[in-house]
């Protein structure tokens, strides 16, 4: 017997020092922090050989007095907290009272700090854990903390660093994350003797991405911000047209801390459905509020990784503000206004102590009850701001207000246009311009598209009138069969005919298929399936939803599932897999848009050869009776691939081509 033993406080810490410093990045992510929390507005990082053989944190802030100094290398010592109850609601970034302790126990270490400049600074040096006496020095108020030869006495840990050029970038990556998340704060970073950067402290984080990434990244952000209860966001986010192809440029923030989380991550994804083009991605910098008891940090030793009390009310609520916000932004930066303007924070914007206090907390409303205010809010007329397919699995939505434009031939109402084919066009007119007309309460309107609907008036006798559509737009003609030319008071609207039908195709027909309108198949002889257990009762959960997509599905023994009936739409696809892949979604998040994301590409092609197409000639009727659908869905810059249905050419653009402005 005798073979447990208690270990030494040397090795306890070498072990824990393990979980805490991977590599010289995490070292200055632990210091900085500590300096972001001592109230620091000035933050100098210095690094040799990319932090393998010096790290030092210079900041300007609190300071320590000589008793605090002297806690402060030791293990589980910290100011952040003082009982177990202040778990469940920290707002700092450290809390542990791990760092300080772990780095030291893996270098030769020194503090140098000073609370009150008329005392003087303390000087504590550690050389593996071990601390020789302190010394006292003249040092400004704030701290210094020196880390050198990190694993001097692991060398096995030593040699599994990568080459400085690498631990270095791996550094610069945490400054600029956590130099996202605190713009007002003023970062210096030298590496080899040599400046690197300077981030001044910025008036907005517009600034603050221009300092950090350049022009480059800064181009194509839109500022966008939101709060609901608990929750507020603010941030830059990527418009469509200017999406990435790859997953770089992503930087989450929770409450001041960057973090890595797969419910928001997605949340940002759901906000842009239908927006963007395949495989590409969004950039964004979304720093997001929400009161600390809504949030455990106390997960991972990095805490990089948080846990969210009611995750799926902050998808809810995250991608459906977030959505409306990116829409408002495109249509802003469309029309020639300001939106691009990273640099000027949304409105709406906000931090939890100005929603609720830590002794006031709201209570959080349920997913169901988020998603019906979703849809109160937007009319519950529209697929995008109310829910989603499979997103947050609400009931159907009404049915749009206008018939969609017909599927016509290439030839349109040209001269080689059939008679089925030109009455079928007067007939969408007819019955189109009577539903605009009584909206306008215009008789006079509503006459004339009834008698050119008879045939009494000629297709082409439409282009005597012009009529001022809702946002003040005239049509005035078709460029090439392809382009509806419109005029407004900021200029000259070119909008890309296929592509604006094509986006009113798309979403009458997905607000068909959410409404339970679209036809369904049954299967004389239904496909089976087998699911795990877990996966069976999470089905289970959800048939009811299902049953409202257009899916009968019936438990068949054990662990089997047969599909009785399926959207027609779906037939040839493997529905186990998308069956799966939807289960897989809901147990991760409570929500799953891979449904959503079927339904959309096969309704995309459906549309996309539905529509009207480049090179049809349409009538002066036919054009405004387009772009007055256009202006009534809620996305309308974008068609389902990505690619823009129209754009503004401003006034002062053709004054400068035309010389009469400089």
Excluded at 214 to 220: F, I, R, S
Excluded at 228 to 235: K, R, V
Excluded at 286 to 315: C, F, I, M, T
Aim: aromatic share 6%; charged share 20%; glycine share 10%.
């Amino acid at each position: 017997m005798g073979q447990i033993r208690v270990l030494p406080d040397s090795v306890v810490n070498q072990i824990a020092a393990g979980e805490v410093v991977e590599r010289p990045a995490a070292v200055v992510k632990e210091l900085v922090e500590n300096a972001l929390d001592a109230g620091a507005s000035q933050i100098a990082v210095t690094l040799k050989e990319g932090g393998r053989e010096l790290i030092s944190v210079l900041d300007n802030g609190c300071g320590m007095d000589a008793e605090d100094a002297g806690l402060a290398a030791q293990r589980h010592a910290t100011s952040k907290i003082a009982s177990a109850a202040e778990l469940t609601r920290i707002a700092t970034l450290g809390f542990r009272g791990e760092a300080l302790a772990s780095i030291a126990a893996v270098s030769r270490f020194e503090l140098v700090t000073c609370s009150d400049e008329r005392s003087g600074g303390l000087c504590l040096t550690l050389e593996g854990g071990r601390a020789a006496p302190s010394t006292r020095q003249g040092f400004p108020r704030g701290t210094r903390v020196t880390c050198a030869e990190l694993f001097f006495n692991t060398p096995a840990r030593r040699k599994f660093l990568r080459s400085a050029a690498t631990e270095f970038q791996y550094a610069q990556g945490v400054l600029a994350q956590l130099a996202l998340a605190h713009p007002q704060v003023h970062f210096r970073i030298q590496h080899n003797g040599k400046p690197v950067a300077s981030w001044p402290g910025a008036a907005s984080l517009g600034e603050r991405v221009l300092q950090v990434f350049g022009p480059e990244l800064h181009e194509g952000l839109a500022a966008v911000g939101g709060a609901e209860g608990l929750l507020a966001f603010e941030g830059l986010v990527s418009l469509p047209s200017h999406a990435r192809s790859s997953r770089r440029w992503q930087y989450l923030v929770l409450n001041g801390r960057p973090i890595r989380n797969a419910g928001l991550n997605h949340a940002v994804y759901h906000a842009y459905r239908t927006l963007l083009m395949k495989d590409r991605h969004p950039a964004f910098i979304l720093s997001v509020q929400l009161h600390p008891e809504e949030v455990d940090v106390n997960v991972h030793p990095a805490k990089s990784e948080v846990r969210l009390r009611n995750p799926q009310w902050v998808h809810t609520v995250l991608a459906d503000k977030l959505h409306k916000a990116l829409l408002e932004a495109g249509r802003r930066q469309a029309l020639g206004e300001q939106a691009g303007a990273a640099t000027r924070p949304a409105e709406g914007a906000g931090g939890w102590a100005g929603q609720a206090t830590a002794g006031q907390v709201q209570p959080v409303p349920s997913r169901r009850v988020a998603d019906a205010a979703a849809m109160s809010r937007s009319g519950g007329s529209s697929f995008a701001g109310g829910a989603a397919i499979a997103g947050s699995w609400g009931g159907p939505l009404p049915a749009p207000g206008h018939e969609s434009l017909p599927a016509f031939g290439a030839g349109g109402d040209s001269p080689g246009a059939g008679p089925a084919e030109q009455g079928a066009r007067r007939s969408w007119l007819a019955a189109s311009e009577a539903a605009q007309a009584q909206e306008r309460g215009g008789e006079e309107s509503a006459f004339h598209f009834q008698a050119l609907a008879r045939g009494v008036l000629p297709a082409g006798a439409a282009g005597q009138e012009v009529l001022a559509l809702p946002l003040g737009v005239q049509v005035l003609s078709q460029l090439h069969s392809t382009y509806i030319l419109a005029q407004r008071d900021g200029g000259l609207v070119v909008i890309d005919q296929h592509a604006a039908h094509e986006r009113i195709l798309f979403e009458q027909y997905r607000t068909q298929f959410v409404a339970g309108s679209l036809k369904t198949e049954r299967f004389l002889v239904p496909p089976t399936f087998e699911l795990s257990a877990q996966n069976g009762v999470l089905l289970e959960q959800y048939l009811p939803q299902w049953k409202k997509l257009g899916f009968e599905l019936e438990a068949f023994g054990r662990n089997g599932f047969l599909v009785r009936e399926a959207p027609a739409l779906l037939a040839g696809q493997d529905l186990k897999t998308l069956i799966l892949e939807v289960l897989d979604e809901l147990a991760l998040f409570g929500k799953s848009g891979r449904l959503e994301e079927v339904v959309n590409e096969i309704l995309e092609r459906v549309a996309c050869h539905a529509a009207i197409r480049a090179g049809m000639t349409l009538s002066r009727a036919e054009m405004e009776a387009l772009v007055a659908q256009l202006e009534q869905l809620e996305i309308n810059l974008y068609c389902p691939h990505g690619r823009p249905v129209w754009v503004e050419i401003g006034e002062r653009e053709l004054e400068k081509r035309f010389k009469r402005i400089v």
